[in-house]
């Protein structure tokens, strides 16, 4: 069974990049479609991006398309999400996941880093 480490997070100011890491180990992630979420207080997870297991097809939420990028390193079994221009509506726990390649649906979850972006 696979776990999940998201590293990375932090406190930011508007307009910062940072980027996060999502270390798989137990299994190997080389064949899975992974993907990235966040909670807001008193909200609900929310998709934020997604990466097919050969990294040709990348998928992003329309909140954060075009600051955004996901990647992965199938040789390092790890996933990332480099922000830019973040805003403080990004602020959130983010997590990472396994997904289902058509839909994206989480099956594995990682603890969560938090990312707080401040005005």
């Known amino acids: 069974q696979v776990q999940l480490v998201e590293s990375g997070g932090g406190l930011m100011q508007a307009g910062d990049s940072l980027r996060l890491s999502c270390a798989a180990s137990g299994s190997s992630i080389s064949g899975l479609a992974m993907g990235w979420f966040r909670q807001a207080p008193g909200k609900e997870r929310e998709f934020v991006a997604a990466?097919?297991?050969?990294?040709?097809?990348?998928d992003v939420a329309d909140s954060v398309k075009g600051r955004f990028t996901i990647s992965r390193d199938n040789a390092k079994n790890t996933v990332y999400l480099q922000m830019n221009s973040l805003k403080p509506e990004d602020t959130a726990v983010y997590y990472c996941?396994?997904?289902?390649?058509?839909?994206?649906?989480?099956?594995?979850w990682g603890q969560g880093t938090q990312v707080t972006v401040s005005s």
């Open positions: 990466i097919s297991w050969s990294s040709i097809r990348k």
């Open positions: 996941a396994v997904v289902s390649s058509s839909t994206y649906t989480p099956s594995a």
